[in-house]
């Protein structure tokens, strides 16, 4: 898990992008996070990545408390229950099969 992480930190910390919703589920993504108040140094960018991410931990077997340290990691400083609502709106958005 610890490589799986450190990858997921870099990758987000050389990526950078402007902020926008390629798709409809990047948006509806993102209105959940907002809704909640959730926001990341790296803009929407960022979290729609961290979304993506969440999703091919858990295809790669990872569990959602191991989905949500990744999160916590890359997250600005997210509380757990921050942490939580993201991987939950990921999990809805992107890959609804991991809801549990």
Same mark, same amino acid.
């Given at each position: 898990m610890t490589? %799986?992480?450190l990858a997921v930190a870099a990758a987000l +910390?050389?990526?950078s992008g402007v902020a926008h919703a390629d798709s409809d589920e990047d %948006? %509806?993504?993102l209105r959940a996070l907002h809704k909640q108040g959730l +926001?990341?140094?790296g803009g929407d960018q960022t979290m729609i990545k961290i979304g993506h991410m969440v999703c091919d931990l858990?295809?790669?077997g990872y569990s959602?408390?191991?989905a949500i340290?990744?999160?916590k990691l890359n997250g600005?400083?997210?509380s757990d229950q921050d942490a939580k609502v993201l991987v939950t709106s990921a999990e809805a958005a992107y890959c609804p099969e991991y809801i549990s």
């Open positions: 490589k %799986a992480i +910390t050389f990526s %948006a %509806a993504f +926001t990341a140094q858990r295809s790669d959602e408390n191991a340290g990744m999160a600005n400083s997210f």
